[in-house]
């Protein structure tokens, strides 16, 4: 882990963690947010300190390539192994540490596994990658977040939140199920959106809503017609799925262009304080929250049966 501390921190408005954001579209937001050198410190992370430095290095050598020649760094990284939900509670404390100025959040990690997988804690894997080890992380860093307010957490969504039915309570961790990689997405995806206003609601209970604010960024492409969302140019579901997950990387951050401006402008614009519990388009445009996600019980059933889960596995981790 890098050792090179920002000697002037104080003089970053925003302290701007990321997670998920050594590739893909975490890369893009990264690189996006730390090209505003004399406001952003943008934190890195990713699976291992190798991949990090790389992607640390990068953007440097982008800032340099397009005349930034702020002598003093604007970018560093914590690296945390999502399948592991020991590795996020590090991860957490050295934010807390290293980063005790940090006031934003963005949940960017997410996963599309082909099989099922377990994570080195035996879970599924999307499951622990894209809900579990977030909610790890909002339950350790939201105290923080509340001191340096006004803070604000954004999960990069998607539209296919509303492809998943419902959550199966008998069995929250998909153990019993038939295994398809895009509803098991979709599943984990309605889990960001209700985790995310689950926050909302916590901070509005206490009266902090204007503390720490708490929105989802839907990051994928919607075609509307006569106010619906439909599946363009596709017949049927997989064929749809599979055209937001392209085998390569181009032609997807090329279509994400604009959730980038959206989730920089909803990290940065004065505009967007005190905004929360929203859900936003890649255009920024506000969209209307699903039954599904609205339902208050199953938000506080969600959070609750996740904490418990985290905490069984951090129990049984810190005895091994």
């Known amino acids: 882990m890098s050792t090179n501390l920002n000697k002037d921190g104080l003089n970053f408005k925003r302290w701007i963690l990321i997670t998920g954001s050594t590739d893909g579209f975490g890369r893009q937001l990264a690189q996006e947010l730390a090209a505003n050198i004399y406001e952003n410190f943008v934190i890195i992370h990713g699976r291992s300190e190798k991949n990090c430095q790389k992607t640390v290095e990068e953007l440097e050598i982008e800032q340099e390539n397009v005349g930034n020649n702020r002598k003093q760094r604007n970018v560093d990284f914590v690296a945390a192994d999502f399948s592991k939900l020991s590795e996020v509670l590090k991860m957490s404390e050295v934010v807390r540490l290293r980063f005790p100025r940090l006031n934003t959040l963005i949940a960017c990690a997410s996963v599309v596994v082909q099989r099922r997988i377990k994570s080195h804690d035996g879970l599924e894997l999307t499951l622990q990658i894209n809900h579990l080890s977030h909610i790890v992380l909002f339950t350790e860093l939201l105290p923080l977040l509340e001191l340096n307010s006004p803070s604000r957490i954004l999960t990069v969504g998607s539209m296919l939140h509303n492809f ?66 439909i599946l363009p140019q596709h017949s049927n579901r997989a064929q749809f799925y599979s055209s937001l997950f392209p085998a390569t990387s181009e032609p997807y951050l090329y279509e994400h262009v604009n959730a980038l401006e959206t989730i920089v402008r909803l990290t940065e614009d004065k505009e967007f304080e005190g905004i929360s519990g929203k859900y936003f388009d890649a255009n920024g445009k506000e969209l209307k929250l699903g039954a599904s996600v609205c339902d208050v019980r199953v938000q506080d059933q969600l959070w609750s049966e996740s904490v418990g889960i985290c905490e069984k596995i951090l129990a049984i981790t810190r005895h091994t």
């Open 164 to 229: 998943s039915s419902s959550i199966n309570w008998n069995d929250i961790t998909s153990e019993g199920c038939k295994y398809d990689k895009f509803a098991q997405y979709s599943l984990t995806k309605l889990m960001n959106h209700l985790a995310t206003l689950y926050i909302h609601r916590l901070m509005f209970k206490h009266k902090k809503q204007f503390q720490v604010t708490a929105n989802v960024v839907d990051a994928e492409k919607r075609v509307e017609k006569e106010g619906r969302t």
